[in-house]
């Protein structure tokens, strides 16, 4: 079975800290980080043990449905690791091998762990429905976790992580380049408002740090902008910081300790410009990983952190909002929904800055994934990608007309225009929640 991405060569690895450990040391160290995982996450060693193959998860998996694919099944998948587990870390396993479901951990085995754990989208949906709530999305982070600490990610992994190490974005964007961004959207704004609203950069004494996705420097400029006047109406003293002008945190999606890393950063951006408060732009897998694992992996924090549309709508009585002429659904991340709390407040957002809001089915909680999320944008993926985003394409279809999909998460925005593209659907305007605020909001009167 040939894996559905190219891998990282170990010498672009060095650059990034790993190597590739020799052939002959891959089973013992598989089953050495397994053992280590199984006993630090009390959520996975329950997952190896309870799983009752009722195949709930399967009808709920937008992976399943789009590849028809047995080993995308929730529970199959989940069985990659498990049969593992069984054979070396369990006594019935150790004895009893093919009969309790056991499997020796071979080439076979590492090709299907790097195949089908990177057609998960770690959207937990399967969770949401499962009896016993067994989350296969912890199983794909061990699983993405271990293939790293052998050296084997994919290459897209592994060039955002230099990116990170060398800029501090996944874009690997300089401090020139993001300072003329910057002041290229603050010459859009004047032009616009005719208010000098400013994007500051590494401005000391701050009170608060925003922390964007750094495709709102480049990609998606509109989510920025509506950042930047919504700190203007409310008289925030803000700033950005270079060393991490990205809420994304690929560490999350296949290395804890660069999940680590990254948190470690935003620590120590936010207490060098002296900010009380951070505010995590639109990423959804970056918000889970700050607000989850800040403080569970890398310690206690001298300040808060919130996100952009929570601290939006906490807000909104203290704004001018006009109703855009507009007919405005709602895609709602996967880990906003079913991760981090975010999710009645985009709907108190979108309702006070639109004519029409209409809901897509499922929603909130139940919501499909977009199919890119977890990071597996690869373009040698496009194919799978699409497979994967089918149930979302179905829920937007529904609908009819719309004139404007918002959807708050920069990978959601990368994802989604293709998919709606290769299932001929046609919406005009798509992006984030707070490039209606910015276009809503009333500033000069």
Known sequence: MKPPMHVAKETDLAAIGFA??????????????????????????????????????????????????????????????????????????????????????????????????????????????????????????????????????????????????????????????????????????????????????????????????????????????????????????????????????????????????????????ALSLGAKLVIQGECGHGWRAAKMYSEGVNGPIPFEIIHILDFCALNLDNLQLRKLPLRVTLHDPCNYARAGEICEQPRQILRACVDEFVEMTPNRDENFCCGGGSGILMDEMMEIRMKLGKMKADQVKALGKIDYLAMPCSICKAQIPNVLSHYGIDIANMGGVMDLVGKAIVLNE
Not at 32 to 47: D, F, H, P, Q
Not at 151 to 175: C, E, H, L, R, V
Not at 211 to 237: C, E, Q, R, V
């Open 20 to 269: 590739v450990s020799p052939l002959q040391e891959q089973q013992q160290k598989t089953v050495g980080k397994l053992n280590e995982l199984v006993n630090a996450m009390r959520s996975l060693s329950v997952i190896m043990e309870t799983c009752t193959k009722c195949g709930i998860c399967a009808n709920q998996c937008h992976s399943y449905l789009g590849t028809d694919d047995f080993n995308n099944i929730p529970a199959a998948r989940a069985d990659l690791v498990r049969r593992i587990y069984k054979r070396y870390l369990t006594l019935r396993g150790k004895y009893l091998g093919s009969y309790v479901g056991a499997e020796e951990f071979d080439d076979q085995t590492l090709t299907k762990w790097l195949t089908y754990f990177y057609q998960c989208n770690e959207c937990r949906r399967c969770a949401r429905f499962c009896p016993f709530g067994i989350d296969t999305a912890e199983v794909t982070i061990a699983a993405r976790h271990i293939l790293s600490e052998l050296g084997i990610m994919p290459k897209f992994m592994q060039g955002i992580t230099a990116n990170m190490i060398k800029s501090g974005n996944n874009m690997g964007i300089p401090k020139p380049a993001i300072i003329d961004c910057a002041e290229f959207m603050e010459e859009e704004i004047k032009e616009e408002t005719g208010l000098d609203i400013k994007i500051p950069i590494d401005k000391p004494n701050s009170d608060v740090l925003y922390i964007p996705s750094s495709a709102d420097f480049f990609t998606n400029i509109d989510t920025m902008i509506g950042a930047a006047k919504l700190f203007y109406k409310l008289g925030l003293n803000w700033t950005i910081s270079s060393s991490i002008l990205e809420a994304a945190n690929f560490g999350l999606l296949f290395n804890l300790k660069v999940m680590s890393e990254h948190n470690d950063r935003m620590k120590e951006a």
